[in-house]
C-alpha cells in the first residue's frame, strides 16, 4: 500500500482481533514515528508499549473512551519529556506528528489504531497518565 492510500483510508478501529503485532511490525511502527519531524528536531518523545493486561485495564481511568484498550493487543503511549525541548509550546504538535506517522504506518501494515490523547489541561482526561505504568 502506498502512502496516499494509507492516508486515505486510515479510519479509527476500536474492536481488535485477538492476535499479537510483531515485534517486528512494532519497530517498524516505532521507527515510522520516531522519523516524524519536531521542532528543532529536538523529538522530545518517548514511546511506551503496554502490553500487560493489568496496564492496558487502566487505560479507561484516565481516559472515558478508551475501554477498547483492554481487548487490544498492544497500546502505545506517546509522551512528551518537557526536559528535552528547548522551546516548551511545540511538544503537542511533535507528539501528534508522531502518532499520525504510527497511525499510518500501521495501516499500511495493515493493523486498526485508534488515537486517544490525554491532555495534561483539565477534565477527567487531565490526571498524568504516569499513574498507569508500573514504579
Not at 487505560?59 to 484498550?69: I, M
Not at 495493515?110 to 505504568?133: D, E, F, I, M, N
Request: proline share 7%.
Amino acid at each position: 500500500m502506498d502512502a496516499l492510500e494509507a492516508i486515505m483510508t486510515r479510519r479509527s478501529i476500536r474492536s481488535y482481533q485477538d492476535r499479537p503485532v510483531s515485534e517486528e511490525d512494532l519497530e517498524k511502527l516505532l521507527r515510522a514515528a520516531m522519523a516524524a519531524p519536531s521542532a528543532r528536531n529536538e523529538q522530545p518523545w518517548h514511546f511506551v508499549v503496554a502490553r500487560d493486561p493489568a496496564v492496558k485495564d487502566r487505560v479507561p481511568d484516565y481516559h472515558p473512551y478508551a475501554s477498547c484498550v483492554r481487548q487490544a493487543p498492544l497500546a502505545v503511549l506517546v509522551c512528551a519529556d518537557l526536559e528535552e525541548e528547548s522551546h516548551r509550546d511545540y511538544w503537542e504538535q511533535n507528539c501528534a506528528a508522531a502518532v499520525e506517522n504510527l497511525l499510518v504506518a500501521a495501516r499500511s501494515l495493515g493493523l486498526g489504531t485508534v488515537w486517544l490523547g490525554v491532555s495534561p489541561a483539565g477534565g477527567k482526561g487531565g490526571r498524568h497518565a504516569r499513574a498507569l505504568l508500573p514504579a
